[in-house]
């Protein structure tokens, strides 16, 4: 197993190892006992993978392809899921005025209170369509790539949304807070309708509502806005990467105008979103002879799910 694995398989093992530590030590609570099993579960099923398919227990087949995919992304998208549990057991302070202090600082003001004057139902449908839309950005970009990819655009592109998630995710540990929405006083509630009713459903139900530094609604989008203008040459980001840049700009710009993100949060997304892109492509072209001579038996990083035949 040590033999086969790759960079990302000991990113996700330091991870999940890491965010079990940190919970571990947390005081006891419920939200301690909810995050403890939900830690656990994710690094169980992480070292269950490496073992099955970089162990070699089952052999190179089209079933190892699928167990090792499915094995090492679920556990890295679901960790989102145990942010809701694992940040309030932290029982953290709270960072907003200090955040607040830099924009203020910086800018005079915070974006979201100056894009308070644009408070009108067809502008704020607008940027929370664009915000809503943002998890059908995620599973276009990612799910038609982990099956259907191959190569360093495969490599590239899972290697860049595995650092923005871990990396995003640890952070969100030593940078709590709750945004603009819930830490000052605006002159008027937000005057949103069907898409704006949606992101607040959606926030209820699945947000942690600490994870705002680094917004990753904005680390995200850029990334695969970067990540399809360096494969602009190849469909389908030929036509589609003007279109992912144009959602990835609206995006950026909804978190603040609907008040859960600070500007500096925005700062620290687009940031991460650069990080993301180029640790992609120096892993993938470190990676990129992995089993392709005959003093390397290595496997593949991603195993094609269709090996080639002899």
């Given at each position: 197993?040590?033999?086969?694995?790759?960079?990302?398989?000991?990113?996700?093992?330091?991870?999940?190892?890491?965010?079990?530590?940190?919970?571990?030590?947390?005081?006891?609570?419920?939200?301690?006992?909810?995050?403890?099993?939900?830690?656990?579960?994710?690094?169980?099923?992480?070292?269950?993978?490496?073992?099955?398919?970089?162990?070699?227990?089952?052999?190179?087949?089209?079933?190892?392809?699928?167990?090792?995919?499915?094995?090492?992304?679920?556990?890295?998208?679901?960790?989102?899921?145990?942010?809701?549990?694992?940040?309030?057991?932290?029982?953290?302070?709270?960072?907003?005025?200090?955040?607040?202090?830099?924009?203020?600082?910086?800018?005079?003001?915070?974006?979201?209170?100056?894009?308070?004057?644009?408070?009108?139902?067809?502008?704020?449908?607008?940027?929370?369509?664009?915000?809503?839309?943002?998890?059908?950005?995620?599973?276009?970009?990612?799910?038609?790539?982990?099956?259907?990819?191959?190569?360093?655009?495969?490599?590239?592109?899972?290697?860049?949304?595995?650092?923005?998630?871990?990396?995003?995710?640890?952070?969100?540990?030593?940078?709590?807070?709750?945004?603009?929405?819930?830490?000052?006083?605006?002159?008027?509630?937000?005057?949103?309708?069907?898409?704006?009713?949606?992101?607040?459903?959606?926030?209820?139900?699945?947000?942690?509502?600490?994870?705002?530094?680094?917004?990753?609604?904005?680390?995200?989008?850029?990334?695969?806005?970067?990540?399809?203008?360096?494969?602009?040459?190849?469909?389908?980001?030929?036509?589609?990467?003007?279109?992912?840049?144009?959602?990835?700009?609206?995006?950026?710009?909804?978190t603040m105008f609907l008040r859960w993100h600070w500007g500096?949060?925005?700062?620290?997304?687009?940031?991460?979103?650069?990080?993301?892109?180029?640790?992609?492509?120096?892993?993938?072209?470190?990676?990129?002879?992995?089993?392709?001579?005959?003093?390397?038996?290595?496997?593949?990083?991603?195993?094609?799910?269709?090996?080639?035949?002899?």
């Open positions: 197993m040590i033999h086969n694995l790759a960079i990302q398989d000991v990113a996700c093992l330091v991870f999940h190892s890491f965010m079990l530590v940190r919970v571990w030590a947390a005081p006891d609570s419920a939200d301690a006992t909810m995050a403890r099993r939900f830690a656990l579960t994710l690094l169980t099923v992480t070292i269950s993978t490496l073992l099955l398919c970089r162990g070699e227990v089952l052999g190179k087949s089209r079933l190892r392809s699928y167990v090792y995919r499915i094995g090492l992304f679920a556990p890295t998208v679901l960790s989102y899921f145990e942010m809701a549990f694992l940040l309030p057991a932290l029982e953290p302070v709270m960072l907003d005025a200090t955040l607040r202090g830099i924009d203020e600082m910086v800018l005079g003001t915070t974006p979201s209170m100056w894009f308070n004057q644009f408070n009108t139902p067809p502008v704020v449908e607008w940027f929370a369509f664009f915000y809503y839309s943002y998890f059908y950005l995620m599973a276009a970009m990612l799910i038609p790539a982990l099956f259907f990819d191959k190569g360093a655009r495969l490599r590239e592109v899972m290697y860049g949304a595995m650092t923005v998630a871990t990396l995003g995710h640890v952070i969100y540990t030593f940078v709590p807070g709750l945004g603009p929405v819930a830490s000052m006083e605006f002159p008027e509630p937000i005057h949103g309708g069907f898409f704006w009713e949606q992101v607040l459903i959606t926030v209820e139900t699945a947000g942690s509502k600490m994870d705002i530094f680094p917004s990753l609604h904005t680390a995200y989008p850029i990334f695969y806005a970067l990540h399809a203008f360096g494969w602009r040459k190849t469909k389908p980001f030929t036509w589609a990467w003007p279109i992912i840049t144009f959602f990835a700009i609206n995006m950026m710009i909804a500096i949060d925005i700062v620290a997304g687009l940031l991460l979103a650069v990080i993301a892109r180029l640790v992609a492509l120096t892993t993938s072209r470190l990676e990129h002879g992995r089993g392709r001579s005959d003093e390397d038996d290595r496997q593949p990083v991603w195993e094609p799910i269709t090996p080639p035949v002899d």
